[in-house]
Nanobody, 123 residues
Framework: QVQLVESGGGLVQAGGSVRLSCAAS????????MAWFRQAPGKEREVVAA????????YIVDSVKGRSTISRDNAKNTVYLQMNSLKPEDTAVYYC????????????????WGQGTQVTVSS
């Protein structure tokens, strides 16, 4: 089992920045990729960014590309999502997820999920 704990959400003004952290524990040696997903009220969950555990593969969804970065610190078993120039439409609950199934950007391929952290962007 892998446990994930997110932190770093909150209320941010439009144009501001937020850095989300996801600390993994447990059988982290089985993790092949981690990702951030988000779900806004009334909308489907969508992938925001993903990174392979060795850092060789990265994915950023078009809607945040150019203003967001995903990174990881393997020594700390932590993945980060830095989001800049935030927009009201970025408001959502952000979830960290981990998979042992290779490289993936589909939520259905992620087995382990954090509890989520709320990001609210005010206009």
């Amino acid at each position: 089992q892998v446990q994930l704990v997110e932190s770093g959400g909150g209320l941010v003004q439009a144009g501001g920045s937020v850095r989300l952290s996801c600390a993994a524990s447990g059988r982290t040696f089985t993790v092949s990729a981690m990702a951030w997903f988000r779900q806004a009220p009334g909308k489907e969950r969508e992938v925001v960014a993903a990174i392979s555990w060795n850092g060789g593969s990265r994915y950023i969804v078009d809607s945040v590309k150019g203003r967001s970065t995903i990174s990881r610190d393997n020594a700390k078993n932590t993945v980060y999502l830095q989001m800049n120039s935030l927009k009201p439409e970025d408001t959502a609950v952000y979830y960290c997820a981990a998979t042992s199934a290779g490289w993936a950007i589909s939520g259905s391929q992620y087995k382990y999920w954090g509890q989520g952290t709320q990001v609210t962007v005010s206009s």
